[in-house]
């Protein structure tokens, strides 16, 4: 299938993303600069990681003002498919794609490490290839990750199954100590109401190649997509 | 006109950053800091024909980028004209 992944000023993970796609996937995948508003064909999008115009202002809040970005406003709401990792999620917040935004991390410091998360709806284009309470090794790496929402809009969230993946110790428990940056409700990972857009702070993209340290649990996600449209 | 932006986080969000100025402020010996809140202050140089078109051009600023409505509030202040 073909894929896009934008391509911002200050984005670090796109070349990883369309390595994890082309190379371990074998799928089309185009890059897209930000200040084009052709999406090229791709039946899924992705905003990837890093620090799109240095952070300023808020993580996201420059990047959605993009030119790509209306595009991408009008193709998820014809239906297609578009995911944000990490700062690609911050983005999608932003601009309002997704209800919630990413704020500084509990602990004030940035962190780059491994988590698990639990598949909490398999229902999804997103996440169709695994099964609910599937357990999924990500790395993470951020300094803001910890989503928060106005409580009654976390609870409707949370009714809808929007939420796609939540942090977890080994053990697929729900601890303060397996909640990395204090996300509510231990969100990592959500959908909009129509389950096209997903956002989640892991980074599927790292962890493609078993040979790796971070094992190739990301695949799960890419392949349920490809399944999604096939 | 000059237009000054005060951007703090909402009431109710943890703020972090204001916890960990206030411990330090606290184990540098100031009794009596209650809380702290850190926040960003935006200083905006517009050309706007009145003070109301100034707040009104800033009002939007603040509503479509300055701030963040689910987490954040902001004031601003207009001089000159």
Not at chain 1, 89 to 98: D, G, S, T, Y
Not at chain 1, 130 to 149: F, M, N, Q, S
Not at chain 2, 56 to 77: T, V
Request: glycine share 10%.
């Amino acid at each position: 299938m073909k894929w896009g992944v934008v391509s911002f000023p200050g984005s670090l993970d796109d070349a990883d993303a369309l390595y994890a796609l082309r190379e371990v996937m074998g799928q089309d995948a185009t890059r897209l600069w930000h200040k084009d508003e052709r999406l090229m064909g791709a039946q899924c999008i992705i905003l990837p990681g890093g620090f799109s115009y240095g952070d300023y202002l808020r993580c996201g809040a420059i990047a959605r003002f993009s030119p790509i970005m209306k595009s991408i406003a009008r193709f998820a709401a014809d239906g297609g498919l578009v995911i944000g990792t990490c700062n690609g999620f911050q983005i999608l917040c932003e601009a309002r794609l997704l209800p919630g935004v990413l704020v500084r991390n509990r602990s004030l410091s940035f962190i780059c490490d491994r988590v698990i998360v639990r598949v909490e709806n398999a229902r999804t284009p997103f996440t169709c290839a695994t099964r609910a309470g599937d357990l999924l090794r990500l790395p993470i790496k951020h300094g803001e990750g910890r989503y928060v929402a106005p409580e009654d809009e976390i609870r409707q969230i949370e009714e809808r199954g929007q939420v796609l993946l939540r942090y977890v110790d080994a053990s697929g428990a729900e601890t303060d100590e397996a909640n990395p940056n204090g996300s509510m409700h231990a969100i990592a990972g959500i959908a909009n109401e129509r389950f096209n857009v997903f956002g989640l702070m892991p980074h599927p993209e790292h962890a493609v190649e078993k040979m790796l340290v971070g094992g190739d649990d990301g695949l799960k996600l890419f392949h349920s997509v490809i399944e999604s449209v096939r | 006109m000059l237009v000054k932006v005060f951007v703090t986080p909402r009431e109710g969000i943890l703020d972090p950053q204001g916890r960990a100025t206030e411990g330090a402020l606290r184990s540098l010996g100031f009794g009596g800091v209650n809380s702290v809140r850190v926040g960003r202050y935006i200083v905006l140089d517009i050309d706007a024909p009145t003070k109301a078109a100034a707040e009104e051009a800033a009002k939007k600023m603040c509503e479509q980028l300055l701030a963040n409505p689910l987490i954040e509030d902001y004031r601003f202040e207009v001089e000159g004209a």
